[in-house]
């Protein structure tokens, strides 16, 4: 069997190997989630107050009573002529919270507008070591529900509800641990207004995951007719996570999904504050910042209007589901699949609604993807995501070694024919035409390709871009440590602080960048010309100083684990010109020696 064939068949089996690992396998996970998640959402309540499981006489009684109340309630708001403003004078009773501790995070529902108020999520953490919070302090809460007509709107977030807890009228505060006896917590909210008006919020949170379900319904009896659109909103926005405020803010962005479409609007487009409409069938909207996303996915997706909703001065991202209402119906409903979390494509992509088209990967999504796909597999194995990117910079030097090569060999041809290019520049100095065409003549009998010294650069710029999306914004390498100084490869790295601010390289000394150029340098004084010694000595002198500070000031603000990557591919660079200037040098003392020899 030749050289070639076994290459083809190695090839052949490494990417059945990658397309099993990083494909199939997934795949396979995803549509066993997907089915786990279905049957355990498959026997869905009514809006009916319901009976919790009985465990004795007593339990089952006071479920009775409070089910029975609540629907005497129902009744009474439709007889009573009460009128339900945005302040109403009779919501004199005392607010009431309800805490939800999962194993992931803790969410706090208010009865004050039913509405989701905090949520403090476990296993990430702020610079002080306190679990992240998603809800900004102070905020009203999100997923409201508002009554349109024409230009007006009212809102119910002012409003106080009286709340079920899976199937028991509350009437004080209350704390619920979802664990292994307790799977799920539903939370139910009523307000009743006049004429057989009442508006009924339901949320059902589960013990493991960041998903929820979330149900809403209008009953329309008397002045709730009038409404033409009734939506769903998330309007407190979401908070500042990171310590690079700056950073942070510049992934804000209120997003969805509109038939195949997807829509984002950025924290910045939304300097006027107006609302950005797409009208169509919706399944998903969303708000995100660099790293946690809240989102609706709409069960049985309808024809909508989705706003884009933002206030660049408030730093405010959200998102409404705008329904109209046709032919008066006396009660309209949605329900949805909640996400409120960490932007998470594995977790993402379970929902099977497109929502991991929410992180943010660059222009070259398909190739950050793989790029990350390929660091979560190598993440079972290693622990650390530096030395993961070291690996991922040693494979991809790996993959371009022939070609890296040959252009390095090229740059030596190029070199050996300095001489010959700068009789035939002095020889056609004042003819620019034959000097080209003598030129290309020379490379062309020599076999050299002027371009050979740039291929190997422009080919890896793909996979270099690909990398920068991959540990620009996603989740798994916020706050990853590598070693020593390094403690966050999304953040470039902090050496010490100066105590003031510097232009151009801000408050704060990173060692990475200066290390990447200092081996730029020496890289480019082992290769000789980054042109591949075509330039003039002057030119070659000037791009062998300025591109190390050109680079060193580009990458100055970079994640370093970007980086980091950059400065292994460079030293791996210079040991493969060391080793074919060797190689080189060589092949010219064996050619001198046969010279002599003749």
Not at 53 to 59: A, F, I, L
């Amino acid at each position: 069997m030749d050289k070639r064939s076994l290459l083809a068949i190695t090839v052949t089996f490494l990417v059945l190997i990658l397309w099993q690992t990083l494909y199939l396998g997934p795949k396979q996970e995803k549509k066993a989630a997907e089915k786990s998640l279905k049957e355990e959402y498959a026997a869905r309540d009514s809006f009916a107050g319901r009976e919790a499981e009985p465990s004795g006489r007593e339990e089952v009684k006071k479920q009775s009573e409070d089910a029975g109340a609540w629907n005497a309630e129902r009744k009474e708001a439709e007889r009573s002529g009460e009128t339900l403003g945005l302040v109403p004078a009779e919501d004199t009773a005392r607010a009431l919270t309800i805490k939800i501790s999962t194993e992931v995070m803790d969410v706090t529902l208010r009865s004050k507008g039913g509405e989701i108020g905090e949520v403090k999520l476990f296993n990430y953490r702020m610079d002080d070591g306190e679990p992240v919070e998603l809800i900004p302090a102070g905020n009203k809460g999100g997923l409201a529900v508002e009554l349109k007509k024409g230009e007006i709107t009212k809102n119910f977030t002012d409003a106080n509800f009286s709340v079920l807890v899976d199937g028991i009228r509350l009437n004080e505060d209350r704390g619920i641990r979802l664990d292994e006896e307790k799977e799920k917590v539903e939370v139910v909210f009523l307000k009743k207004a006049g004429e057989g008006d009442y508006l009924e919020k339901r949320f059902v949170f589960f013990r493991r995951g960041y998903e929820f379900r979330a149900s809403f319904r209008v009953n329309r009896e008397g002045a709730f007719r009038e409404a033409d659109r009734y939506a769903i909103a998330w309007n407190c926005g979401l908070a500042v996570t990171e310590e690079n405020e700056t950073g942070d803010k510049q992934g804000f962005a209120s997003l969805g999904k509109v038939g195949g479409e997807f829509y984002k609007e950025s924290l910045r487009k939304f300097g006027d504050g107006k609302t950005k409409e797409q009208p169509g069938q919706v399944i998903w909207a969303g708000a995100r910042t660099k790293y946690f996303i809240s989102a609706l996915v709409e069960d049985n997706p309808s024809s909508a209007t989705l706003e884009l909703r933002g206030n660049e001065k408030e730093s405010m991202v959200g998102y409404a589901i705008v329904y109209p209402i046709r032919g008066n119906p006396s009660a309209v409903e949605h329900s949805y699949r909640g996400y409120i979390g960490p932007l998470d494509m594995e977790g993402l992509e379970k929902l099977d609604a497109g929502l991991e088209q929410s992180i943010d990967f660059g222009w070259l999504r398909f190739l950050s993807v793989l790029a990350l796909r390929v660091m979560l597999f190598f993440k079972k194995f290693i622990p650390n995501y530096g030395w993961i990117i070291i690996l991922m910079s040693v494979m991809t030097k790996v993959l371009f070694y022939r070609l890296t090569h040959k252009s390095f060999k090229s740059m030596k041809d190029m070199q050996k024919l300095q001489p010959k290019i700068k009789e035939l520049q002095d020889k056609y100095k004042n003819d620019k035409e034959k000097l080209n065409k003598q030129t290309m003549k020379l490379y062309k009998e020599s076999g050299v390709n002027p371009l050979g010294g740039c291929l190997p650069m422009l080919l890896q710029m793909p996979v270099f871009i690909a990398l920068f999306g991959a540990l620009r914004n996603t989740i798994e390498l916020r706050n990853a440590p590598f070693i020593l100084w390094i403690n966050d490869l999304s953040s470039p790295d902090i050496l010490f602080n100066f105590g003031f601010t510097i232009p151009f390289l801000g408050d704060s000394f990173h060692l990475l960048p200066i290390l990447m150029g200092g081996a730029m340098v020496l890289q480019s004084k082992l290769g000789g010309s980054p042109t591949g010694g075509s330039a003039p000595p002057g030119q070659t002198k000037m791009m062998t100083t300025m591109m190390p500070i050109v680079f060193t000031f580009m990458f100055y603000r970079m994640p370093s684990g970007l980086v980091l990557y950059w400065i292994v591919n460079n030293l791996l660079t210079i040991v493969q010109q060391y080793y074919v200037h060797r190689q080189s040098e060589r092949e010219e003392a064996l050619a001198s020696k046969g010279g002599e020899a003749s």
